[in-house]
T-cell receptor, first 113, second 115 residues
Framework: AQSVTQLDSHVSVSEGTPVLLRCNYSSSYSPSLFWYVQHPNKGLQLLLKYTSAATLVKGINGFEAEFKKSETSFHLTKPSAHMSDAAEYFCVVSLPNAGKSTFGDGTTLTVKP | GAVVSQHPSRVICKSGTSVKIECRSLDFQATTMFWYRQFPKKSLMLMATSNEGSKATYEQGVEKDKFLINHASLTLSTLTVTSAHPEDSSFYIC???????????FGPGTRLTVL
């Protein structure tokens, strides 16, 4: 079984300040972990993924995430928020060769000028 | 990266009619395709998983006779919403996974509005 919990439903930051979106997971096996971003009325875009290689994963648009097995966490960070980062973010867990993925409930990121 | 398309992007239909949504993997062969439904300000809910050439596996609570899924080829899956009602109005997103890794590639979504 697998599950994922996004600890914050809403995060609000000022432009130019750091972003932290938190995600905890549970999995019986070594999971693959993903962060996706969704802008209003759009599909999902992959930001980054962890698939048992380096624990610090760098993604697009300056985002990165660190896989911490001891904490079962995969938090998403960005050093400096941009207005265009305002969107919905989903943390996703899946097992290798599994048939399906499990989505977190999402975190809405608001960026204030 | 791999590209998945959906058609149409938006559809408005009358109650009682059927609507077909297509999901295509444009530059890779998708052995598995997934159909999700997303309610406003909510996460994605997996409806069904389909493997090419076999019947779809539906999640609990999803009516297989209402949401018909066909995965006839390695690049095309279709979702047909039969006898649509206003409560079927939603954002439907497909994703496709190839043979090589565990990554899913998502389509841009289809906004269905049933009047």
């Amino acid at each position: 079984a697998q599950s994922v919990t996004q600890l914050d439903s809403h995060v609000s930051v000022s432009e130019g300040t750091p972003v932290l979106l938190r995600c905890n997971y549970s999995s019986s096996y070594s999971p693959s972990l993903f962060w996706y971003v969704q802008h209003p009325n759009k599909g999902l875009q992959l930001l980054l993924k962890y698939t048992s290689a380096a624990t610090l994963v760098k993604g697009i648009n300056g985002f990165e995430a660190e896989f911490k097995k001891s904490e079962t966490s995969f938090h998403l960070t960005k050093p400096s928020a941009h207005m265009s980062d305002a969107a919905e973010y989903f943390c996703v867990v899946s097992l290798p060769n599994a048939g399906k993925s499990t989505f977190g409930d999402g975190t809405t990121l608001t960026v204030k000028p | 990266g791999a590209v998945v398309s959906q058609h149409p992007s938006r559809v408005i239909c009358k109650s009682g009619t059927s609507v077909k949504i297509e999901c295509r993997s444009l530059d890779f062969q998708a052995t598995t395709m997934f159909w999700y439904r997303q309610f406003p300000k909510k996460s994605l809910m997996l409806m069904a998983t389909s493997n090419e050439g076999s019947k779809a596996t539906y999640e609990q609570g999803v009516e297989k006779d209402k949401f018909l899924i066909n995965h006839a080829s390695l690049t095309l899956s279709t979702l047909t919403v039969t006898s649509a009602h206003p409560e079927d109005s939603s954002f439907y997103i497909c994703s496709a996974r190839g043979q090589l890794n565990n990554e899913q590639f998502f389509g841009p979504g289809t906004r269905l509005t049933v009047l």
